[in-house]
């Protein structure tokens, strides 16, 4: 198993630009310290490169690439409400990039069977020409395309749990029948997007999942979700390549969303993501997207790392306000 990470991803801080923003360093120092304290369950860490200008050419405008350069070069500043860009995010959102690129290389050269992205900022609202939603590069779509452009993969599912619709990577691959695009997210929040009758279009038609869920909704509706209905669309689909939108904001104390999700439910559905990679020999990597609530986010991640890499999540117990008491086993491969 491998871990991609880059120091880069420290130095892009929206609270240089907007104090008090919730896509802050933090978010990555608090994952990190609770993996050294447990030797970094036996995952391998490797260092991700920075992406080039064709790999995020791959799915994005040259202008959109230029622009956001251009943009941190002088500064930075504000693109949207949300989207905040300072000196150091340029960097850190090519790292971003060439990370998730780095991970479908080794998981598709047989180098590994799952693969982890501990990198920001996140991607997948960002659209082909255009940042939002704390995202510059789409990472999970670069990621995927450069799979399918450049490295044999035939199709690829990706299978997105951010509590927020992941619309730039939807809008990336619509018209697309060899990436089957699943979100799972809480419906009537931003970005607005992610009907259930939103299935894709043209050639994509039928290529996209959405199971958008009410307020309040928590571990045993996601679960049905996925099981019931987009595993069933991915065997179908049979993908050489699974690739997660791994989002940590449904978790009941996320202060973004209004989902109901446990640390375990994040294992739950890792788990059975696996499960299904295992049955189609695919490898299975995933990208991080939110999560907001650093304790809430740190457990989570550490709960899919010990899923994707096959070990039990029994032997911890999440507390109401989302802590976890008792460790479960490292992984033995």
């Known amino acids: ?144 395309e450069l799979a399918i452009r450049e490295l044999g993969a035939e199709l690829v599912f990706i299978l997105d749990w951010d509590v927020h619709h992941g619309n730039g990577t939807a809008e990336i691959f619509r018209r697309r029948d060899d990436v089957l695009y699943a979100s799972i997210h809480q419906g009537g929040i931003f970005p607005g997007t992610g009907s259930a009758s939103d299935t894709g279009s043209g050639a994509g038609e039928g290529f996209t999942v959405n199971r958008p869920m009410p307020a309040g909704s928590g571990e045993e509706e996601w679960m049905a979700a996925l099981t019931e209905d987009i595993l069933p669309a991915a065997e179908r689909f049979e993908p050489d390549l699974v690739l997660i939108s791994a989002g940590f904001d449904a978790h009941r104390a996320d202060p973004l969303g209004g989902c109901l999700l446990e640390t375990g439910s994040f294992a739950r559905m890792a788990t059975a993501a696996r499960d299904f990679a ?37 032997n911890s117990v999440a507390t109401p306000g989302g802590r976890v008491r008792g460790r479960s086993p490292r992984p033995s491969r």
């Open 1 to 144: 198993m491998l871990y991609f990470s880059h120091p880069a991803s420290l130095a892009h801080d929206p609270a240089g630009v907007t104090p008090g923003h919730p896509e802050s360093p933090d978010r990555l120092r608090v994952i990190e310290r609770l993996l050294a304290e447990e030797d970094w369950l036996g995952w391998e860490r490797r260092e991700a490169p920075a992406a080039t200008r064709d790999e995020l050419e791959l799915v994005h405008d040259p202008e959109h690439v230029q622009r956001i350069g251009d943009f941190a070069a002088a500064g930075g500043g504000a693109i949207d409400a949300d989207t905040y860009v300072v000196e150091a995010s340029f960097e850190a959102a090519l790292h971003a990039a060439g990370g998730a690129c780095a991970m479908a290389r080794a998981l598709l050269a047989g180098e590994a069977t799952a693969g982890f992205c501990a990198m920001r900022p996140p991607g997948h609202h960002a659209e082909r020409d255009r940042a939002m939603g704390f995202c510059l590069f789409d990472n999970v779509a670069i990621a995927a």
């Open 278 to 314: 295992d049955r189609r020999r695919a490898p299975v990597g995933a990208v991080l997207e939110g999560g907001y609530d650093t304790v809430a986010l740190a457990e989570s991640v550490r709960a899919t790392l010990l899923a994707l890499a096959g070990v039990p999540f029994r």
